[in-house]
């Protein structure tokens, strides 16, 4: 039906419409990105994260190549992190960046500064950013901007809070996200791009998303991107950042638009970071 609007014929609880499209999108799932990505937040000394990814890159040997490892420190040892990584199969990330190119911005670091260590990736949009620091759309413009500037690949978060949730705005919220920055971007920066979704309302508030919640809202944003990039928008990489850990990665990135997971406490332990990697 044309009328329904295209985010319910991709959303997985309208399965007799997405049938019609199911063959397709399994060969894009084959064809998308698998990423694993471990967002460190403000953990690990110097010596904890070289022991850390060194144990990551050991044992990733035990997972299919298909999948993308990424880790991303903290600014301090983020040199020794992307030095011990060069040439093993993990990239490295960093959490944050300036919206400056250089000048007087006491205790910003530049993406310029960022690339010029061999990372490859850079988180924008975190929720935590946005609610502790008050990154606004127009601040993760100009990140954006000097991250293509200077070849990062940015992570871009987008994700509703939980009175938003309550409030039934979810989609409208990450809508927002999606189109007061992505769609500023030109076809060749999209292609580049990694979106990664966060249920803020699911983090540390007791309430837990579901595999089908996760699904529900990465083919909504799959469809916002196919609205302004076409069919671009199925090549895109759509990671889940909720509280995804072993006993549960299997079962969420078997969803259609799941393409694997932004991971913050569980990347803190090689093991599990790992044993997430396999879940694919």
């Known amino acids: ?21 199911n063959s397709k999108f399994k060969i894009f799932k084959i064809m998308r990105k698998k990423i694993v990505a471990g967002n460190w937040k403000m953990n690990t000394t110097p010596a904890e994260g070289l022991e850390l990814v060194k144990n990551v890159i050991a044992q990733s040997e035990a997972v299919c190549e298909c ?4 880790v991303c420190p903290p600014f301090t040892h983020l040199s020794q992190v992307a030095e011990a990584a060069k040439g093993s199969r993990v990239a490295v990330g960093a959490q944050n960046c300036a919206a400056e190119a ?15 260590l061999g990372v490859k990736y850079v988180i924008l949009g975190h929720s935590e950013r946005r ?14 901007a000097q991250a293509y500037a200077n070849g990062l690949t940015p992570i871009y978060c987008v994700g509703e809070r939980l009175e938003e949730r309550e409030a039934e705005r979810h989609f409208e919220v990450v809508k927002a996200q999606l189109e007061e920055v992505v769609y500023n971007l030109t076809a ?4 580049k791009l990694v979106i990664a979704y966060e249920p803020v309302w699911a983090i540390g508030t007791g309430k837990t998303a579901t595999a089908e919640q996760a699904e529900e809202i990465h083919a909504y ?20 950042g909720g509280s995804c850990k072993p006993s549960n990665a299997e079962e969420i990135f078997a969803k259609a638009n799941v393409d694997g997971g932004l991971i913050g406490g569980a990347a803190l332990k090689a093991e599990d970071f790992i044993a997430i990697g396999k879940g694919f």
């Not at 609610?131 to 954006?144: D, F, P, Q, V």
Request: proline share 1%; net charge neutral.
């Open 221 to 240: 944003i799959r469809s916002v991107l196919a609205e302004k990039f076409g069919e671009a928008a199925e090549n895109t990489a759509i990671l889940y």
């Open 67 to 70: 999948v993308n490892f990424i």
């Open 131 to 144: 609610e502790y620091y008050g990154e606004t759309s127009e601040t993760l413009n100009k990140k954006m």
């Open 1 to 21: 039906d044309s009328k329904t609007p295209l985010w319910m014929r991709l959303n997985s609880g309208f399965r007799s419409k997405f049938k019609i499209q």
């Open 102 to 116: 250089k000048g007087a911005y006491t205790g910003e670091v530049s993406a310029e500064m960022i690339a010029a």
């Open 188 to 191: 060749e920066q999209f292609a």
